[in-house]
């Protein structure tokens, strides 16, 4: 199931494959390798903070990227979604997964404006998560908010119906507010 959501991710973004891309909360690193995998010529940099209840590691995204051979291609880091230690306009496409309803006692907007921080002026992003609206509030606001500071081709797309096929299906995986938000900066 994560696979169609990856696909769903990576073929909303408007990415030329050339340049750098940052996933934000990678995990296992497993979007990081198929990104990867699918424009060759990206350098792909994956960033986890790696809590102790999630298994998950820097040398077992390493080790995920190397079984795929693209372990030259791709980095992965230790950072926090609050403050990301890139400069503005780091990336050339910025994109996540399930990451930010994770992020206890965090702005989601704020969270979503620091990963667009990094972003490059021209740069994609396609920014996946439950976006649940006592969680997010008001997503149709926030994307209007986005093109009003200037950004591009922004949208939501309902990934509850996109990737799981039902908003019935993806609430039985307690994802059913699950919303991609893409554009460019």
Request: glycine share 12%; hydrophobic share 40%.
């Amino acid at each position: 199931m994560m696979e169609k959501v990856h696909q769903t991710i990576l073929s909303s973004l408007d990415f030329d494959g050339h340049g750098s891309l940052l996933e934000v909360g990678c995990g296992s690193g497993a979007l990081a390798v198929r990104a990867a995998l699918t424009w060759p010529e990206a350098k792909i940099t994956g960033l986890d903070y790696w809590g102790a209840m999630y298994n998950y590691s820097k040398a077992l995204c390493e080790k995920n990227a190397a079984s795929e051979g693209v372990g030259k291609q791709c980095g992965f880091v230790h950072g926090d979604a609050n403050k990301l230690d890139f400069p503005d306009g780091s990336f050339d496409a910025v994109i996540s997964n399930y990451v930010y309803h994770n992020i206890m006692g965090a702005d989601k907007h704020a969270l979503l404006l620091e990963s667009l921080r990094v972003l490059k002026k021209g740069g994609v992003f396609a920014l996946n998560d439950d976006m649940k609206p006592k969680m997010y509030g008001d997503m149709e606001g926030f994307a209007q908010k986005l093109r009003d500071m200037g950004y591009e081709e922004v949208r939501l797309v309902d990934t509850a119906q996109e990737a799981f096929g039902s908003h019935r299906r993806a609430a039985m995986m307690m994802l059913g507010s699950s919303r991609l938000l893409v554009g460019r900066k």
